[in-house]
Nanobody, 115 residues
Framework: QVRLVESGGGLVQAGGSLRLSCAAS????????MGWYRQAPGKQRELVAT???????NYANSVKGRFTISRDNAENTVYLHLNSLKPEDTANYYC?????????WGQGTQVTVSS
């Protein structure tokens, strides 16, 4: 059984920063993709960033240059550094783990950016 536990969300002013963490536990393969998605009220869930176990990253255009994804393979943990936050970044942020063809999700952590 795979479990993802997120932490680090909160309320921050525009221009501020946050760091989200997601720890994975259970039966994990050495090769996988971890990432972050977000969902704002009334909108569909969207990709924020992903990172492979080899360190290859992919970002949504809306966050490029502001957010940085990283991971610690030894700890099975993925991080998302959110800088220069904007009110439109307000959403519930979900950690995602892709093992083969199976996707696992965390419970989500709320990020609220005030103007």
């Amino acid at each position: 059984q795979v479990r993802l536990v997120e932490s680090g969300g909160g309320l921050v002013q525009a221009g501020g920063s946050l760091r989200l963490s997601c720890a994975a536990s259970g039966t994990l393969f050495s090769t996988n993709v971890m990432g972050w998605y977000r969902q704002a009220p009334g909108k569909q869930r969207e990709l924020v960033a992903t990172i492979t176990s080899g360190g290859r990253t992919n970002y949504a255009n809306s966050v490029k240059g502001r957010f940085t994804i990283s991971r610690d393979n030894a700890e099975n943990t993925v991080y998302l550094h959110l800088n220069s936050l904007k009110p439109e970044d307000t959403a519930n942020y979900y950690c995602n783990l892709k093992l083969g063809l199976t996707y696992y999700w965390g419970q989500g952590t709320q990020v609220t950016v005030s103007s």
